[in-house]
């Protein structure tokens, strides 16, 4: 064996990549594939973001030409395949073929026998799919032409989700522009059936007023301040649930016993459970009861499905009309939720972001604060069996109050 021979044979051996021919007809089988080329697989050291980089060398093909490939080994199909370990991410595949008219060639990505990318044509290839850690498998095939190809595989690792913001606790004192007339941080423990006598501050609808869904059905949500409120550990509780005792569907709305107010910003800090067939409507409500006439301003809504809440404002005007925008956060989780209505504009924030703003038909007369909580407006009530709990952290309420 010659010395250079020897090399190229220790080198081949040394390479733990396999370079099967698949789905060869028995027609192609006199034809020998081309040998594979050495591989070179270069990783670069991976860099504090997980970036990995692969260079990917080798020879594809059937045939002494492209012209007895294609005569030869018609159905052929020459294949290279290998393994290379990912991080969770995304990885992108760029393929060369030194012969720009070979076609048809292809790259394929695959993790646990699923197909992630795919590209095929002629020349360069580009093919990008978001990957899982593990093993990446690289197909580089070629059904009619013999050429060499260059992969180079770009592995970035997928950056983590930031947390949401964790929302401080309840703001003491003013606001610039804003004056503090209430606040509300439940310290005291509340058994169920003791809110309102605990919490001389607040205000609920009472037992038998029925909720907007008696738009729609004959069976409504009751509110129901003594079966369904209470407070622990710092939280309000309003418990949403079908009483069988009553055969009716229990919903709550405490009021903060607020001063009467033309503007004002009213911020609380809430979470809630997925339960279907309710929703969530905090609103300020005209005091003159005249809608749309005098407006309506809702944050946060939303039916208590797990998707995102939103915010809504309601045009004091006969015509009617809104805006609404997407408060792009689920009510699963802690968030504080602020509406500040002003003179001329209303505007809403999440966790003292602001998701939008209107200054169309802005309410210009006194409302009031209800927290309200009911069934979803729908013919069909929700199950008997639906229950569940919507928490308040702390609520706070200011007049406006321009420097």
């Keep these: 064996m010659s010395e250079k021979l020897r090399i190229a044979t220790a080198l081949l051996a040394s390479t733990a990549i396999a370079f099967p021919v698949v789905g060869a007809s028995a027609s192609a089988a006199a034809v020998a594939p081309t040998p594979a080329a050495a591989v070179s697989a270069d990783l670069s050291a991976a860099s ?22 294609r005569v030869a080994a018609k159905s052929a199909v020459s294949k290279r395949k290998t393994k290379r370990r990912v991080v969770a991410g995304t990885v992108s595949a760029t393929a060369k073929f030194a012969k720009d008219r070979c076609a048809p060639v292809s790259v394929r990505l695959g993790q646990n026998g699923t197909k992630v990318a795919r590209e095929a044509g002629s020349g360069q290839l580009k ?86 869904s008696r738009q729609e059905r004959s069976n409504p949500g009751y509110y129901h301040p003594g079966k369904t409120l209470s407070v622990a550990s710092g939280v309000l509780d309003a ?121 169309k038909y802005v309410p210009s007369k006194p409302m009031h604060w209800v927290l309200q909580m009911e069934t979803q407006i729908e013919s069909t009530a929700p199950s008997k069996s639906a229950e569940g709990h919507v928490q308040v952290d702390w609520v706070k309420a200011y007049t406006y109050s321009p420097a």
């Design 48 to 69: 504090p973001t997980g970036r990995r980089v692969y260079l990917l060398k080798g020879k594809i093909g059937r045939g002494k030409s492209a012209k007895a490939s």
């Design 239 to 359: 418990w949403l649930h079908y009483d069988s005792e009553l055969g009716r569907y229990l919903v709550a709305a405490p009021t903060p016993s607020l001063p009467e107010m033309t503007y004002g910003r009213f911020s609380m800090r809430l979470r809630a459970e997925k339960i279907p067939g309710y929703k969530i409507a905090p609103l300020l409500w005209p005091d003159s009861e005249s809608w749309p006439d005098d407006g309506e301003i809702d944050f946060p809504e939303g039916d208590l499905t797990g998707d995102p809440l939103k915010a809504f404002h309601h045009y004091a005007r006969a015509a009617g009309g809104q805006d609404q925008f997407s408060a792009g956060v689920k009510p699963g989780a802690w968030h504080v939720y602020e509406t500040l209505w002003s003179p001329g504009k209303v505007e809403f924030l999440v966790d003292g972001k602001s998701i939008g703003s209107s200054t």
């Design 127 to 212: 093919a990008k799919a978001r990957v899982k850690k593990g093993k990446l498998n690289v197909a580089v095939t070629s059904a009619s032409c013999r050429t060499k190809y260059k992969v180079k595989l770009v592995n970035v690792k997928r950056k983590p989700k930031k947390a949401p913001p964790v929302p401080s606790g309840m703001p003491v004192g003013d606001l610039p522009g804003w004056k503090s007339v209430f606040a509300e941080d439940f310290n005291t423990t509340a058994p169920l059936g003791s809110f309102l006598s605990t919490y001389s501050n607040f205000g609920a609808y009472p037992y038998p007023w029925t909720d907007t």
